[in-house]
């Protein structure tokens, strides 16, 4: 309620002569008149970016959230493999290491970010009633976002060394976290630009229509990104010692300097296209092979494709560019699940 008594001392304010204003709360039909429209708006704005901090990291954006690290904790690595893992992004050293490096994470746009919440009844031909009802969320991104990885590492996780219980339950202990102090980095930080996107999410009932045909969908995305979706910075590395008596081999990097993406036969926008569902059973979408379930992903329309200055191994090895015409991923599932 504190937000509708901060808007209703507003407009008091706004429309009220006399010199003294009373404070009360706004029911929704009251904050309609106000507004013009029911709802609530809500404006997140990042802080804003110093010119030592702009400099520092490379962006020309005036407002940034920075994160130092993010840690996905894998408790029972896999089969063969004895302990837990630890996937970590941003500055690893946030994440016990202490002797590593890295840059941390970023999202940065120049205009905030706009939230807009309603309610309905599911209501859609007039006198037809409402029996399935949703909660409406638009979200509105900066026509600038630049999204900062930070370096990628592989560690072992302290999480792994909690205590079991009975049968082998894990006993889970919050205060137990961090890393083991043996990072390697994997990739290297990339920027991800994909400004000017809007993202509609439907919860509860969902009616508004997905990528397939005949599809409803909780999240939708749509909007045109002028000039692409641009990766920069793309390195996987190997971070084994090239050692050929040990039978070692690594050391090298796999590179794309940039990666961009634009709709079929264009080389000024990419159209956004695609659908995000929380779902119970994938099986049906992946034809049985799925198991369980997770976050389906479905992606729409078709796309060209341009990876610059490929690298193999070294800098000195250089393959070119690579270029895939007319990429045609429409009604694609992708499923994002855990094990």
Known sequence: MKLFTQLALVSAIATCGSAAYAMQSMDDAALS?????????????????????????????????????????????????????????????????????????????????????????????????????????????????????GDIWVDGSARANIATGAAGAVVSNAATGGTTGNAVKILNSMDIALGGATMNIQLGNTQQSGVTLGQTTMIKMTGSIANGLTISGIKLRDANTFNPTAGQFGGGDLGVSTLTVFDAGSTTKLTLSAAIDVVADADAIFNGVAGNGGLVVTVGGNNDIMMQNVTLGSSGSTLGDLQLINVQTNGTHIAIQGH
């Open 33 to 149: 008149d106000t507004t013009g429209q029911d709802g609530i708006t809500i404006l997140i704005g990042p802080p804003t970016l110093s010119a030592a901090q702009k400099t520092a990291l490379g962006v020309t954006q005036t407002n940034g959230i920075l994160i130092d690290a993010a840690v996905l904790h894998d408790k029972d690595g896999f089969a063969g493999s004895l302990g837990g893992g630890a996937i970590i992004l941003g500055n690893a050293s946030k994440a016990n290491v202490g002797n590593a490096t890295g840059v941390g994470m970023g999202i940065f746009g120049s205009t905030a970010i706009s939230v807009k919440i309603d309610a309905s009844n599911g209501q859609i031909a007039t006198g037809t009633g409402g029996t399935k009802p949703i909660l409406n969320v638009a979200i509105g991104l900066p026509t600038d976002l630049l999204i900062r990885t």
